[in-house]
Nanobody
């Protein structure tokens, strides 16, 4: 069974930073595009950032210039560095592997206080 194990969420003040991590198997990590999505209360899940196996990154307009997605191929881990956080970034953040069937992590809560 495919597992995506997330960590790094928490509570931070506006303007602060957090780094999320998502570890998975070598097979999944090397074959598929990895990404981060988020879902705020009462809203639909939305894309935050994705990164291909070759390292090409894509970002939602709302996080461009503040968030950075990266991958460590030696640890089969994808990271999301989040800077200049605002209360609007408060959500549950989910790691995703874009396999023929999407795989999702359990989610990690990010709360930004004003």
């Amino acid at each position: 069974q495919v597992q995506l194990v997330e960590s790094g969420g928490g509570l931070v003040q506006a303007g602060g930073s957090l780094r999320l991590s998502c570890a998975t198997s070598r097979t999944i990590f090397s074959m598929y595009r990895m990404g981060w999505y988020r879902q705020a209360p009462g809203k639909q899940r939305e894309l935050v950032a994705t990164i291909t196996s070759s390292g090409r990154a894509n970002y939602a307009d709302s996080v461009k210039g503040r968030f950075a997605i990266s991958r460590d191929n030696t640890k089969n881990t994808v990271f999301l560095q989040m800077n200049s956080l605002t209360p609007e970034d408060t959500a549950v953040y989910y790691c995703n592997a874009a396999a023929p069937v999407d795989y999702w992590g359990q989610g990690t809560q990010v709360t930004v206080s004003s």
